[in-house]
Structures are given as structure tokens and as C-alpha cells.
């Protein structure tokens, strides 16, 4: 039981949730049974052995699908576990992830993806959608078997070697064209090794007086530029990871505009956060909490990444959800590992830098959060509207709360988040995993 | 100023005459035949050194040895950037030890401003991977002004690997807040691509800046910069930056030549050059000590330099 809920029937009969907005119309009601949306409208009666959850003033979103998320195990379970990932995840309004493909073992195998996946199926928070790696040991150096992980219980869809950039052009045209064959898509973390050795931080003026080698722009877009001409050439499906510069945006606009299949994402932190924060923050000077890959960029590529995101350019929000251990990040910069968090902030984060400034309604948050990354990584059940029959994957959130961040009540094992005691707007109230709720009053249930 | 010295930037142009004016009232005690005084007695400096520097950590040792106080030389040397925790494990380590300054080399950039966030003592930046050397830059501009006097209006040029060089950067930041022209010489590609806003200005021609320098300071140019592709060979770079006797002709004849040292004899600055009498590489050695005091007695002798504290 909690604030919102009533009737001690514990959920078994159903949800009526009374008197959410439906993606920031007007309010309404939704009855969940069965695992799907029963009914909508206002003044819906609840049958008697359905629990009632008050959501006036509540935002309802289709439940928010991740395309990029390290869950970490197998291999860095001290990071981060599919269960307490997934915890995280619900808590920040997920019902459905994809994990990544570098973990110890490499995500590279049938065996590998099944076990992740089966792991997510246990644990039961949210849905977890292995990503299968492109290339054996994320090596860049031979195709993993990606058939028989597309054919595998794990069904993966999506595949990538991110952290590592497929650089080898005849390796990645070869990509391309082998996942046609199960329409999957190859997600490029593009980075071009050699015009970024030792790099970290954003190449420009703050690295110049940091002394701090940098990870110039150009670096990104080269490849996303050879990418492009790549997908458009075999005819297959390109998706951007963690897009961060102007430069790339115009890249990825321009091949839309030639009608080629390349999708893009971007994460929360590089819609809010610039370089200068590495030299200038509340947290002091080389404070590796601000250390991502690909790193923060400057104000002029913020304001083109939301405008991107905005316009349709960028497809979808995913997190790049990082968790790393407290002793992997209390160190020198350059010894520190990449990477923060993400997936308990996510949408307070898109709500500030993307709706508070009006450049997207809520609708546009859930094509963006659910329904195009869905897309993107064929799941099906996920990233589908709130409609009579759908499967009953809601967020409920209270875009009204405005509260410090506190890392210390996170789920994820992990605590390298950047906006501790920065303040947010937003809460997730609730998640419901095909009826099922995984969180209930901003707790997992 | 600040209770640490990690770059030049936290020094006011009063705290940076405040020091240089110290070293100049310290230099008189360098040339007593007991060259010692009692002020840090009782104080402990640390000098940690991740990363190989016998010149800078003896410089550091004598300067606080001078000063009387107790020097603790660590020497964490391969432990560097191969695993994260030993920085901060060895600042728990100090700080238990009870150390007043910290003196920090580490071949990463940033690991003093880490270290000044983990230990309550004073933090010396003494050289941070290819960010800041602020002890170089006060002991290069005590030498200037001894030579030349004030610094207001002089015309620096600093020639070589900017991208790479912490001098440099500490004297860029340093020789403007002292009012200073600084100029930097290099081939495009040692330059970071955000010099232009930087408070000097920079040239890709050598001949064209050294008629109008009061001081040419040589950076050393680093081995494997020869095998990255920054420049083509070295005998190029030698002919287009390299400081000769022929160039040497071209400078004004009050100007001075400085190197941080150790020089590639030959490479960038020729030994006739390096040993004539413009040269103030040996004196910045000395210099070196001196300025180091001065900091050192700043931080922990008590007396403000003004500002925060």
C-alpha cells in the first residue's frame, strides 16, 4: 500500500488509475486488466477487486524504452547487476532496456545474450533487450555470429560494438549488409580511433587550458559521415549512437533528407551539460564525474542537439546509462573511467532541457522516450500507445515536483551521477510492466 | 592568495609581485655562506612525485630545506595513471602523515586540483601532464625581471611545442597578468586549436617575431612528438624553429634566451647559443630554488599574499 493507492486487493484485480493526463490532454481514466489497457474515459468505476491509483495531476506516458543502457553483468557485477540496473530503470519510468554488448564476457554469442536476457526475465523489473556486439571481443577485427544471436531466445535486433567504434570500413559495410537478413540495425558509437588517441575531453578551449588531450567534433562526425554513404549504399538500417556535436546533427539531417534509413539518439546529459563544467563546476576542476564518452560538448552543440531532437533529426533519448564503481571515478581524470549514469533522471533531465523550454510537449517525449526507440530496436509490446487492447506499459509522472538530487535512494549500485544536489523537476510516480506495477509511489513495488 | 598554488591563474598580479618580490629578498640569503633560515621549522613538505623530475624535485627539496623544513621525498613513480585508487589512497596517506604542503608532479593533467580536494595541507602543483608548471613560470619571470626589470610592456616569445607544454601555458597565464606581451611560435600542429583565445598571440614564423622579442624562450621539443606526424623531420623543425647563431643576430641586442631545460642540443637551440651570455638557462636553475621558496614560505609562513586565503 501507499499514498496513492487504495483497496488492499494488492493489484491482483486490475488498476484503475484515476485522473492522469493522457499525454498532457486532458484528464482521464485508464483501467488496466489482464495486462492491457481494459478501458479509458473519465468517471470509470472500478470493479471491485482493482486498486485505485490517484493520478491527478499525473503525466501518463507509454512506459519508456531504452535503445542504450550498461547493465554491466556478466563481468562488473561491483557496477552494476541486471537486477539493480533494472530497478533503476523502472524507477526512472522503463519498462524496457536494451544492455549493451561490453560486458566480461563480450555480448558476442547466442550463449552470452540468453544469459542476459534470461537474467532481465528473472529479475522482472523491466523487459531487458540484449544488444549483441558486431565484432568478436568488440575487436573490430571479425564479425561475432550475429545470426544465430538474432536467432537466439534473446531475439536481438540491435547490434554494436559501442565504447568501441567499428572503424574498418570493409567491416562495417559487411555489417550492414549481414543484418539485412534478420532486419537488424548496427548502432556505430562513432569515434575515429586515430584522431583520438589519449583523448579526454571535448577538444576546444577548455581543453586547451586544461592540458587535457581532446576528442575533436570532427572525430564523430567523420564517421557518421562514412556511415551513412555506407547504410545508403548496401540499403540497410543506421543507427547513430549518442550523438553530441552540431556538426554530426547536420550530417544526420542531410542523409534524412535523402530519404536513407539512419536513426540517431541522444543522451539526457549532453542536451543539459557542456565541457565547461570539466573546468568550472560546484564539484571543482577535473572532477571525472563530467568524464562521458563521447564528452560533453560545448553550449552551440547543446542548443543543436535539442533542436535536432526537437525537429525529428534526432530520433530518440537514450541513456547511456554508465554505472562505474566509486573508486573508478575518485581518481585523476585521465585514470578515470568513462561514463555516468542515467536511467533515474533521464526524463526529469528531458523535462528541463527539452519541455520546460518548450521545445517539446509530452507527446513528443513519448515518441522520443517509447515509441521510437521501440521502433528502432523492433521490440515488440513495447513503445505503443495508451489505447484500449495495448499492453498496459505506463510511466505515471509528476511533472510538478522540483526536488534536490540525492543519489543516495538510487537503485543502481552505482553512484556517478553528475547532477547530485543539482535540482530537477519531476518524479516518476509509477511504472507498470504489462499491468504489473514495478513502481509504485516514486518505490518499487 | 588561495591556500594552494596549482596554477597561475590563482595568482593576482599583486600575490605574483608579492612572490617575485619575496625571492628577491630570499635571493640575498642564497648568496650568505649559511644559506638557511628557520621559518618552516617544524613544518613537513612533501614532495610526491609521480612521474621522473631529479631537477624540479631536488629544486623543491632545497628550496624547503633553505626554509628548514622536514622534506619527505615520495616517489610513487609507475604507479601513476595504471590504476585509479593510489592517488588517492597516497593523499589519505599524507594527510595521516600530518603534511603541510603537498608538492605534486603526475603526468596527469588535473591530478593537483584532485589531490587539493582530498588533503587539508597546501597543494604545489609542480608540473601536471600537459596542463600547468606555475613554479617554472615564476622562476622564469624572477629571472626576466632581474635581467630586464619590469615585465610591463616586454615582448616574450615563447617557441615550441605549446601544445604539449606546460610552461608554456603557466607563462602565458603568468607574463599577461604581469602585463607582458607573450607571443607563441610553433608549427600549426603543436598549437591547440583554441590558442586564439588565449591571452597572447601566436605566429607560425620564428624570423619574423625575434626583432621585436626581449626574451626568446625555448621549449623542449619531446621524442616521441619526432614519430607522431607534428612535424616531419627533425632537422626540419630544427630549420624553422630552431634558435642558431643566425637567428640569435636577428634578436635585439638586450635580448635574452631561455630554455627550461633539459635542451635538445642541436635540435631546438644550438649549444653556441644555450652557452653564450643571453643565456639565462643556468640562473633559472638557481633562479628555480629561489622562486620556490618564496612560494613555499607564502603558503606556510603565515604571512597572506592578500586576497582570499
Known sequence: MNDRTQNSAGGRGGFLIRGARLLGGEATDILVRDGVVAAIGRGLQAPGDAEVVEAAGLVALPGLVDLHTHLREPGREDAETVATGTRAAALGGYTAVHAMANTEPVADTAGVVEQVWRLGQEAGHCDVQPVGAVTVGLAGESLAELGAMADSAARVRVFSDDGKCVSDAVLMRRALEYVKAFDGVIAQHAQEPRLTVGAQMNEGAVSGRLGLTGWPAVAEEAVIARDCLLAAHVGSRLHVCHVSTAGSVEIIRWAKSKGWDVTAEVTPHHLLLTDDLVEDSPVGSYNPIYKVNPPLRTHADVQALREALADGTIDCVATDHAPHPVEDKETEWAAAAMGMIGLETALPVVQEAMVDTGLLDWAGVAERMSYAPARIGRLTGHGRPIEVGEPANITLYDPAVRAAVDPAGYASKSRNTPYEGRTLPGRVVATFLRGRPTVLDGKLA | ?309
Not at chain 2, 53 to 80: M, P, Q
Not at chain 2, 117 to 133: I, K, L, M
Not at chain 2, 240 to 265: F, I, K
Request: hydrophobic share 45%; glycine share 8%.
Open chain 2, 1 to 309: 592568495m588561495r591556500r594552494h598554488l596549482i596554477s597561475a591563474a590563482d595568482l593576482s598580479r599583486d600575490d605574483a609581485l608579492l612572490i617575485l618580490d619575496t625571492a628577491d629578498e630570499l635571493a640575498k640569503i642564497s648568496e650568505r655562506s649559511i644559506k638557511k633560515l628557520p621559518t618552516l621549522r617544524g613544518r613537513t613538505v612533501v614532495n610526491l612525485f609521480f612521474e621522473d623530475s631529479t631537477r624540479t624535485r631536488i629544486s623543491f627539496e632545497a628550496a624547503a630545506k633553505r626554509l628548514s623544513a622536514d622534506v619527505i621525498n615520495f616517489s610513487a613513480k609507475g604507479s601513476s595513471v595504471s590504476k585509479g585508487e593510489s592517488l588517492k589512497d597516497t593523499a589519505l596517506t599524507l594527510e595521516a602523515m600530518g603534511a603541510d604542503a603537498v608538492v605534486i608532479r603526475h603526468s596527469a593533467s588535473g591530478a593537483p586540483h584532485r589531490l587539493a580536494g582530498w588533503v587539508r595541507g597546501s597543494v604545489v602543483n609542480a608540473g601536471d601532464g600537459t596542463h600547468e608548471h606555475p613554479t617554472q613560470a615564476l622562476l622564469d619571470a624572477f629571472t626576466m625581471r632581474r635581467r630586464l626589470g619590469s615585465l610591463e610592456g616586454r615582448r616574450v616569445a615563447i617557441v615550441g611545442d605549446v601544445l604539449h607544454s606546460r610552461v608554456a601555458r603557466s607563462n602565458v597565464l603568468l607574463l599577461a597578468t604581469l602585463g607582458a606581451e607573450v607571443t607563441l611560435v610553433a608549427p600549426p600542429t603543436l598549437f591547440p586549436v583554441s590558442v586564439g583565445s588565449w591571452p597572447c598571440e601566436f605566429s607560425y614564423d620564428l624570423d619574423a617575431v625575434l626583432p621585436k622579442s626581449d626574451v626568446v624562450m625555448m621549449l623542449r621539443v619531446q621524442r616521441e612528438r619526432m614519430n607522431a606526424a607534428f612535424f616531419p623531420t627533425e632537422r626540419e623543425y630544427s630549420r624553422r624553429y630552431g634558435l642558431d647563431r643566425d637567428r640569435v643576430a636577428r634578436m635585439p641586442d638586450h635580448a635574452l634566451v631561455m630554455h627550461p631545460g633539459p635542451m635538445n642540443r642541436g635540435m631546438e637551440i644550438a649549444a653556441e647559443v644555450a652557452d653564450s651570455p643571453r643565456s639565462t638557462i643556468v640562473e633559472q636553475v638557481a633562479n628555480g630554488v629561489t622562486a620556490r621558496m618564496a612560494v613555499l614560505y607564502l603558503l606556510l609562513g603565515g604571512a597572506e599574499l592578500g586576497g582570499e586565503n
